[in-house]
């Protein structure tokens, strides 16, 4: 990639499944040789994980309207560095990335990680879709087929050693179904609960923080089930607490990829998932994971206990979903189409 500066830029949220990706696929393409200046709103956790892969980011504030500092800086940056690409992750970035006649010339991409609006991406040349539901969204906004490109995400499979239930109050013998993501109403964890109350004997371990800690919390003792739940904040131990678990659960309201789903394929555990946007798009029913309707507790129960009691599904459901994992969202792969793409529109 001798020749082939990019320029990353993303305004992110401390946790979320964007900006996680956006970690990884960044000290992915730095092993991979390619020559990179990485921007981040500041974020001391973000920017050590970064630093430790060799990759020294420039942390900027990324604030609101009254923000100038953010734009002069990476207008400067940009002159310094003469990106001939910038990829920006999601709108606050993609917003403020100055004009390229202030910054030196450079070809513009912007990824997206949802429907986002996409009047804010008016002055880009390209767009990334995560999905190829989104791919269609924005062609169907009216951008052209051969300026918005499909590239997806890739996991970390390394396999991990489960931990100790016993350490999360949880009896050996239990059905654990672990939940990953933002406590936010999209994620539809409300219908989890629902679902686990609904069951004898399975524990539902939640890894994520966000608005509803307290309100999920009030439900659980509502329901009786406090006993049965537990919440695990913000982990990066994704890996072992899919050893863990017994089957991964996805009960998105709203969903354009589902990530986890990924995650939990790569480490080869059961899905169970409601079948929102991307969960959808990614599961073969009954192949890769189970299906059920969105909003639907009595089915979510009805597909974690059809799992749990049968031990030749699971081992088929886990199977499927590791051969998905690697037809296509693998380091490798991934890496490859993102530098092939870098190539084309330079």
Sequence with gaps: MTGLRVLQAMAGAPHGGAEAFFTRLVIALHRAGLSQRVVIRRDAARAAKLRAAGIDPVELPFGGPLDIATPLALARISREFRPRIVLSWMSRA?????????????????????????????????????????????RAGGWPADRVHYLPNFVDAAPAQPLDRAAFDTPRDATVVLGLGRLHPNKGFDVALDAVAKLDRVWFWLAGEGELRESLAAQARRLGIEGRVRFLGWREDIAALLASADMLVCPSRHEPLGNVVIEAWAQARPVVAAASDGPAALIAHGTSGLLTPVEDAGALAAAIARVARDPALAAQLAAGGRAAYESGFTEAAVVRDYLDFFKRIA
């Design 94 to 138: 993609t917003r403020l990335m100055p004009p390229r006649v202030l910054a030196g010339g450079y070809t513009h991409a912007a990824r997206l990680g949802g429907y986002y609006d996409l009047k804010y991406y008016r002055r880009c040349d390209h767009l990334v879709g995560n999905t190829r539901a989104i791919v269609d969204y924005a």
